[in-house]
């Protein structure tokens, strides 16, 4: 007789909030349940339900919990994890699905305490940034903040709300000249239990107080926690730009450069020896959730800088470069349109990986030695269209050639 194995039950894991779950398929999974695993504060919030389960309190050991679900599972019966809020997002799937194989799980999620934050506040968050305090360091989350316009952060007892203020303001402003960060903050707590709360602060407030660690802190920039839509267009006419006896990047070369930078959604950019900053105005304009910063040595042009970027999220850096550069955040781009060698080999040095450096030069020398480094080198010679003579004729008048030198951080 051929011997047939009974199938393996899955583990089912239901997302609570306050004792709520969400859905017909969590309400089946907890109701048919032979074990129900969870914290002391999970059972006693499902004291009422009259589930018919097992409960089974487990507390801080992962690994006894992944063998009880196993053994129980394999012994044919049906075993529930409870679970807060949605068990996929920094929750106890990933353990889960690590060890037993996702085929075996039957995820019934609730709304995240992430979600829930936002959604209390009345802030749409698809274009968050999300850090946790649990397990890692309160500086990572504290560096996202002050990187991303819109940053929700999971706090923990070993790093409450006022840690992470104190050590975003710990890391100072972006460098000589610049402001330091600001952010509208707030911090959510006992999200969907009784006595949930939403208290407003800034980051200074945030450092001074004292609160519930079980919280998440939203982290919002200028704009009220709206990203603005990206721009559809790029390499606007100069004449848009407040600038200097021309010295501004050139449209064209400018569309090119933007190009080559290969923008990211999120993450830090350097504009190195700005001028009018167009190039820094147009990128921010273009990935709202950058981080961009323009590095200017001189005062008169750093203020036609500031009155381009009205309206965008360019901070500018009064200050001679490369020195200007020591404070700043690690880039994830760098545009060098000024200063030369020296202040390209040195914003090179702080790219992250996977970054991407472009620069332009007027020298052609000059230009060959960058590409050495960078490894990609092109000529622009445009020649522009203007009117001649009483009938205004059209001729071409050629502008001086420009190298656009690239490439990507290993």
């Known amino acids: 007789m051929t011997r047939v194995d009974a199938p393996v039950l899955p583990v089912a894991v239901v ?30 919030d499902l004291a009422g339900s009259a589930l018919p389960g097992e409960a089974v309190e487990l507390w801080g050991n992962l ?5 009880l679900c196993a053994a129980r599972s394999a012994a044919g019966q049906r075993v529930c994890v409870l679970a807060s809020g949605d068990p996929g997002f920094f929750g106890i799937v990933r353990l889960l699905a690590a060890r037993l194989g996702p085929e075996r799980l039957d995820v019934h999620p609730a709304p995240s305490s992430i979600s829930l934050a936002f959604a209390r506040v009345g802030i749409p968050w698809d274009d968050a940034v999300v850090a946790t305090c649990h397990g890692r360091p309160v500086e990572s ?4 903040v002050a990187e991303h316009p819109k940053v ?8 409450p709300p006022e840690a992470l203020g104190k050590a975003v303001l710990a890391l100072g402003p972006a460098g000589p000249g610049a402001a330091p960060v600001t952010r509208d903050v707030w911090v959510c707590t006992r999200l969907g239990e009784p006595g949930e709360s939403a208290t407003r602060t800034d980051l200074p407030g945030l450092a001074a107080g004292l609160f519930d660690p079980l919280s998440v802190v ?23 730009f407040a600038h200097r006896a021309g010295l501004i990047t050139k449209a064209e070369v400018r569309a090119i450069v933007l190009g080559k930078l290969d923008l990211p959604t999120n993450g830090v950019l350097w504009d190195v020896g700005a001028g009018s900053g167009s190039v820094a105005v147009e990128a921010a304009r273009l990935a709202p959730g950058l981080r961009v910063l323009a590095v200017e040595r001189d005062p008169e042009a750093c203020r036609r800088i500031r009155a381009n970027a009205a309206g965008t999220a360019v901070s500018v850096i009064e200050g001679v470069a490369p020195a200007a550069l020591a404070g700043l955040p690690p880039p994830d781009r760098v545009f060098v349109g000024g200063g030369g060698l020296a202040v390209l080999d040195a914003a090179r040095a702080r790219l992250r990986p996977g970054g991407v450096a472009v620069a332009t030069f ?9 590409a050495d480094r960078l490894g990609s080198l092109v000529q622009l010679q445009v020649s522009r269209a203007t009117g001649i003579g009483p009938d205004h004729a059209l001729r071409l008048r050629a502008e001086n050639p420009v190298f656009v030198v690239w490439g990507r951080a290993s």
Do not use: K, N, Y
């Open 15 to 44: 997302g609570l909030h306050g004792g709520q779950w969400f859905g017909s398929g969590a309400e089946a999974a907890l109701r048919q349940a032979d074990v129900l695993v969870g914290s002391a504060r999970q059972h006693q």
């Open 63 to 67: 690994d006894e919990l992944v063998e």
């Open 141 to 144: 989350a504290a560096t996202a």
């Open 152 to 159: 929700a952060v999971l706090v923990s007892r070993d790093a």
């Open 218 to 240: 939203i982290c919002v920039g200028p704009g009220g926690g709206v990203a603005p839509a990206a721009s559809r267009g790029w390499g606007a006419d100069a004449s848009t």
């Open 362 to 370: 007027a020298v052609m020398a000059t230009a060959v030695a960058a």
